[in-house]
């Protein structure tokens, strides 16, 4: 027989095996929300200095150019411009 055919035989979980993946997936689901009323607050904190809205659009559009590479960037920029100013304000109905 070939090593490569050779398939890890999968095991029946055991009832807690699955107590304790529910256990531990729900304390990571908990500990999320937290983050995320953690991030809500931090924002309010910040509102009468930064709008929300603009500084979270501005976080996600530099995240995705910090993913691009350097040869890359100058497509996105170029494409931002040209999007931008057909969607601006003047532009929407």
């Known amino acids: 027989m070939d090593i490569s055919t ?4 999968k095991t ?4 807690t ?4 993946l529910f256990e531990r997936y729900t304390c990571i689901e908990n500990e999320i929300k937290l983050l995320q ?12 200095k930064v709008e929300p809205k ?3 659009a501005a976080l996600r559009s530099a995240k995705i150019k910090a993913k691009l590479k350097s040869d890359e960037i100058q ?3 170029q494409s931002l411009f040209l999007l931008e100013k057909s969607l601006c304000i003047e532009n929407i109905d």
């Open 6 to 9: 050779i398939r890890k035989v």
């Open 17 to 20: 095996d699955i107590n304790d």
């Open 37 to 48: 009323d953690d991030r809500k607050q931090l924002l309010a904190e910040f509102k009468d």
């Open 54 to 56: 603009a500084f979270q």
């Open 75 to 77: 497509d996105f920029d």
């Open 12 to 15: 029946m979980a055991t009832n």
